[in-house]
């Protein structure tokens, strides 16, 4: 199994560098990313558990490689909480339709910001405006397909593969930017078991990698899980948006 992916993989690779001036969407990849969209849409409430791979920025030269952890709760269109611990420091985010707030449980230190009036927006905005990209959400919009048609070149569907001894759909796309992968489960509910995402610029190509665990769907969560109130002891410093 893993060698059969590892050609496609290859395959995936090559078909795009010579296919790269091409549009290719496969109607089979489309299903499959319609179906997770449709299945996002129509949910209440999410929870779930990543585990994040990601290449880092150390100097002008290369990257490293980068871990953490994260628990998500998303309710509702505009409201959400987080833990990610990272390097063993405990993060927290909290956003309740109108102001995103980080706290580091280490540091004793909170930053608040008012952001957009919904989820999707608000991760937006806190990767563009401070370069936090919390959490790979591009499934999250009931029109994935649409969107994947409107930023890639190429979808295909690449056939199927285990995640974790998961049995799931592998579907790849890219643009001249990045590379983008995504393995749904073959359970009757359409989610993501991992995404992978290779972007292509200077210096070097870079990657992100998410596993996503413990899915839990349409619990109700108290409104108060998405407030922030300080600890004792505490201190609010200024969130500097990047240049």
Known sequence: MKKALFFSLIAFCCFFRTQAQEVFHDSTALLILDKVGAYFGEVNSLKFNTKT????????????????????????????????????????????GSQIVYYSLEDKIFVASEAPDNTLDMLESLYTDFGIQLVAADFLYPDFAFHMTETMDYIEYLGEAE???????????????????????????????????????????????VTFENWEINETYPDSIFEFLPPPNSKQITWTKKD
């Open 53 to 96: 791979s990601q290449d880092v920025g150390f100097r002008d030269d290369f990257f490293i490689k980068e871990f953490r952890s994260g628990e998500f709760i998303i309710q509702g269109p505009n409201q959400l909480s987080a833990k990610v611990i990272a390097q063993g420091k405990p993060q927290y985010y909290f956003y309740n």
């Open 163 to 209: 995640v974790h001894g998961q049995k799931c759909f592998h579907v790849g796309a890219a643009n001249a930017e990045m590379t983008f992968q995504i393995w749904v489960s073959q359970d009757l509910e359409a989610r993501p078991a991992k995404i992978v995402v290779t972007y292509l610029g200077e210096p070097y190509a870079h990657q992100v990698e």
